[in-house]
Structure formats: C-alpha cells, structure tokens
C-alpha cells in the first residue's frame, strides 16, 4: 500500500486518494478533494457525495482503480490529518 497523497501532488504510479465523489458515470467517476479532481476508471457501487478512498494506479490523466472505499464519519478531521502527514 502507498501513502495516500492529495490529487494536486498526483504522480504516475501506484496512489491512495481520498475525495468527494463529483460525478459519476457507468464505469468512471471523479473525485474532489478541494485541491483538485481527478477521474477515476472503475464501477462503483458508491453515489455522488459520497466520500471515497481509492487505492490504484495514476496513468497522468485518470486514476484506474483497484480499490474503492467508502470513508464515513469525520470527514474534516480525515482532511486535516492528512494535511499532517503529507
């Protein structure tokens, strides 16, 4: 697993994100983690505003993801510990 980092300092590779789920299409959605979005490739079972980490692979446009998780609770105190360690 990689550190999770925020989608303004995305590099080509393996990544964690987390955000808040914008749009949504049949096999792709986009994230907004209030430094940018980003586009993911995958189903989700999730819905728009829904609050997602995803663990997969930057290919310098999208994310296309291996795994989608569903964050729930704190979400402001998630942010800031993140803004901690990033």
Do not use: A, P
């Not at 300092?9 to 986009?30: M, N, P, Q, R």
């Not at 819905?47 to 997969?56: A, E, L, P, Q």
């Not at 930057?58 to 105190?77: A, C, M, P, R, W």
Request: proline fraction near 0%; include cysteine.
């Amino acid at each position: 697993m990689c550190r999770e980092v925020f989608i303004k300092d995305l590099k080509e590779g393996k990544v964690t994100v987390s955000g808040t789920i914008i749009s949504k299409g049949k096999d792709s959605f986009v994230i907004d983690d209030k430094t940018g979005i980003v586009n993911v490739s995958g189903e989700s079972e999730f819905d728009v505003n829904d609050y997602v980490r995803v663990f997969g692979v930057f290919l310098g446009e999208f994310v296309k993801s291996d795994v989608i998780q569903k964050l729930e609770g704190n979400f402001e105190l998630h942010k800031s510990v993140k803004e901690l360690l990033c």
